[in-house]
């Protein structure tokens, strides 16, 4: 864009309007790189101040509104997404500015969310566990810490619980089921139990006795 076309820009912007422009400037330093603002004029439907661009718009430029389905009511409009020119997915969001209840202008933010689908994509392919029938034998069959997991899982989440809201009641009947199901036959499965719930090793051994009796 030539001086003397960003000049004529500048000049355009109305005393009204130039007030938002380091409302748009602050928005775009806050969250740069990744969101642009823009200012149209609707008197002129233009856009007068830009901040931050990276969707190749100048100044000066049509502001184009019908894109956006802009009504002379309207308060905020979107969000709603874009496509940038290189085919970056665009998340905008626009506020019609009032003076005097006479709609002067809209600022609109753009924000660039396809580096965060990206880091989306690459956390989901990062956590994600191939589906298989059954776990490899070979290194579960003694994984009994597993089985105690999986149990307490299971046992707390058919009740609506969570280990550290249960009560000593509560910890005791599970302590008990778990030795029905012949949990403590794993070496040190008492003491990991016991970590596991938040109660002393003697309190774990107290309740199995007492289930015993």
Not at 52 to 76: M, V
Not at 146 to 155: A, G, K, P, T
């Amino acid at each position: 864009m030539s001086r003397a076309r960003k000049a004529a820009a500048k000049a355009a912007l109305s005393p009204e309007l130039a007030s938002y422009a380091p409302v748009c400037d602050a928005i775009a330093l806050l969250f740069q790189p990744y969101a642009e603002v823009v200012l149209h004029d609707l008197s002129t439907e233009t856009v007068v101040h830009l901040s931050n661009p990276f969707s190749k718009r100048e100044l000066g430029e049509p502001s184009l509104l019908h894109e956006i389905d802009f009504k002379p009511t309207d308060i905020i409009i979107g969000p709603y997404e874009k496509v940038n020119w290189d085919g970056r997915r665009i998340k905008s969001v626009s506020a019609v500015l009032r003076v005097h209840e006479r709609a002067i202008g809209i600022l609109c933010i753009n924000v660039d969310v396809s580096h965060f689908h990206a880091v989306m994509q690459t956390l989901t392919a990062l956590v994600a566990v191939p589906q298989s029938p059954e776990k490899p034998a070979s290194l579960f069959k003694e994984d009994w810490h597993e089985r105690i997991n999986e149990y307490i899982q299971s046992w707390t989440r058919e009740r609506g619980l969570t280990i550290a809201e249960m009560s000593r009641a509560q910890k005791q009947r599970l302590v008990t089921d778990l030795a029905g199901d012949g949990a403590f036959g794993g070496r040190n499965a008492a003491a990991y139990i016991s970590r596991v719930l938040g109660l002393g090793r003697a309190t774990v051994y107290n309740y199995l006795k007492k289930d015993q009796a």
